[in-house]
């Protein structure tokens, strides 16, 4: 069974802080993704990477960047946290179309 | 515009109801239609359809793509209420980076008893 793990359930931070949101997945997969979830919006690509070191702007890269040194390992970077940040981020992996993901990390920044 | 565009945005039936969720999308670079299902955390697979007029089915859930029209249904028979979830669209489009995604806003589906 494929598993990606999130490194928190739930965050709150305060405006203004750096934020890291870790990802690992354990099925040697190529590509990895992050993307935020919000009412009424859906699912938004922030970056992707294919491969180590790799990365891509999904549709709302500002404000995020991100960190692939290990493939098992895709980290989103808040470098200054803002309140319209506030969201659910959602980590996938896949090796083909088929994305696996996360359990989800709801960050509040108050 | 939207590229992957869901319908209805929420809907609300009881147990035993039979509920057909809409997903239209655009043609341009068009390579596949995924369906997800989303309950409390992370969205689970449930079908990839790439050809038009094959229905896949699993359980009481079926798909089906119709790239003429340009939009494929989810159907759910003899609903329960452990149905009760976000679905969501999603396209694979050929061009940039492969096996990017681009999801529609999803359909909230609640089922009461």
């Known amino acids: 069974d494929v598993k990606v793990t999130q490194s928190s359930r739930y965050l709150v931070k305060r405006t203004g802080e750096k934020v890291f949101l870790e990802c690992v997945q354990d099925m040697d997969h190529e590509n990895m993704f992050w993307y935020r979830q919000d009412p009424g919006l859906g699912l938004r690509l922030i970056y992707f990477s294919y491969d180590v070191k790799m990365k891509e702007k999904g549709d709302i890269p500002e404000g995020y960047s991100v960190s692939r040194e290990k493939k098992e390992r895709f980290s989103l970077i808040l470098e200054s946290a803002s309140t319209n940040q506030t969201s659910m981020y959602l980590c996938?992996?896949?090796?083909?179309?088929?994305?696996?993901f996360g359990p989800g990390t709801r960050l509040t920044v108050t | 515009e939207d590229k992957v565009v869901q319908s209805p945005l929420s809907l609300v039936v009881h147990e035993g109801d039979t509920v057909t969720l809409n997903c239209s999308y655009e043609v341009t670079n068009f390579r596949s239609l995924l369906w997800y299902k989303q309950e409390k955390k992370a969205p689970t697979f449930l079908f990839m359809l790439t050809s038009s007029g094959i229905e896949k089915k699993s359980g009481r859930l079926s798909s089906i793509l119709d790239k003429k029209e340009l939009f494929s249904i989810l159907n759910i028979t003899a609903t329960q209420t452990g149905d009760s979830a976000i679905y969501l669209c999603a396209g694979h489009y050929i061009g940039g980076s492969n096996y990017k995604l681009t999801f529609g806003k999803g359909t909230l589906l609640t089922v009461n008893p």
């Open positions: 996938a992996s896949s090796s083909s179309y088929e994305q696996y």
